[in-house]
């Protein structure tokens, strides 16, 4: 395979064309990248079947896929049109996540894009399974996509935390904003820097709720110093004062109302993956990403934006 380093598209089993598509585009225009479209489809039913009409299961099934490979190459299509170097294939597989990981193997992405599905009625994103395991797995930056408003984003939002612990890449926070800053200047776009203090969890931690009376100057001074760090990080990277956003409060709704006060396209947000059974994503990064207000850029240690 060519080595030129391009974006992947994980569109999804339906032929439908979703936000992601114009997102993927956008982006590919924007970076001046070549895009490649993969499509994963599987029929648990149908695989069942061909186990007693192998013959038919073939026909049924390489019928299917000619018809997506079609429909995908005229999206493919459409794009190109718009500038976009495009290619496209579509896969027969019951667990896509290795085939993506091979795919990685074989050539250097510098992004992948995946709808993520908004449920309205409950004010929700619904991450499927494969969501998670790019989350917390793949070694190259995810961005999740859900809405279809400003393919080419507007705002760009970087969030980080000045209190990660010594497991945790200590420069983890200056590729959060890099990878925020290059995604925002090949856009154009506008680029906000957060960081959400939330002085009661960490009282609560440490002390226990008997304590919280008794701890308001530990309090001032832990907040003046987590200000003055978070201010040494701004500076460093150049974001300007207006840019800066040291905010107190509950960390998952103090972001969600930000990012509704200021019309926020994108977050670009760090994701680590904990030890253990659980492999969690990390309190605060896998709540947000539950309520996901908006699109989401997921960075991991080690790892950034290329542009």
């Given amino acids: 395979m060519s080595q030129t380093q391009r974006l992947l598209l994980i569109a999804p089993s339906a032929m439908t064309r979703t936000p992601a598509f ?5 982006l590919a225009l924007a970076m001046h990248l070549p895009l490649h479209i993969m499509a994963f489809d599987y029929s648990q039913t ?47 597989v019951q667990h896509p996540f290795e085939v993506i990981l ?7 992405l510098a992004l992948i894009i995946k709808d993520a599905q908004e449920e309205s009625a409950l004010k929700r994103v619904f991450f499927t399974p494969l969501d998670w395991q790019l989350l917390r797995d793949c070694p ?14 507007r705002n760009v939002l970087a969030i980080i935390d000045v209190l990660r612990d010594e497991d945790q890449d200590p420069v983890f926070n200056d590729r959060i904003i890099d990878a925020a800053a290059k995604l925002a200047a ?3 776009a506008g680029l906000e ?9 960490e009282y609560v931690k440490d002390m226990g709720f008997a304590a919280l009376p008794l701890a308001t100057g530990i309090y001032e001074m832990s907040g003046t110093a987590q200000q003055e760090a978070f201010a040494a990080t701004a500076e460093r990277h150049g974001v300007p004062a207006e840019r ?11 972001i969600c109302k930000f990012v509704a006060d200021h019309g926020t396209d994108v977050i670009v947000m760090g994701t680590v993956q904990h030890k253990g059974l659980s492999k969690l994503l990390g309190t605060t990064a896998e709540q947000l990403l539950h309520r996901a207000p908006c699109s989401v850029l997921a960075i991991k240690p080690g790892r950034v934006l290329q542009s």
């Fill in 22 to 26: 114009d997102r993927a585009a956008a």
């Fill in 244 to 254: 800066r956003h040291f905010k107190e409060g509950a960390p998952v709704a103090s």
């Fill in 46 to 92: 149908l695989a069942i079947a061909g186990l007693f009409a192998p013959e038919q299961f073939d026909r049924a099934r390489d019928g299917y896929l000619q018809t997506h490979r079609q429909w995908l190459a005229n999206q493919a299509g459409l794009m190109n049109k718009h500038g976009v170097e495009v290619t496209s294939e579509v896969v027969w």
């Fill in 102 to 108: 091979h795919f990685i193997n074989e050539m250097p």
């Fill in 186 to 188: 090949v856009c154009e």
């Fill in 193 to 201: 820097l957060l960081h959400v203090y939330d002085w009661t969890a």
């Fill in 140 to 153: 190259v930056p995810v961005h999740l996509v859900t809405t279809p408003l400003n393919p080419r984003p």
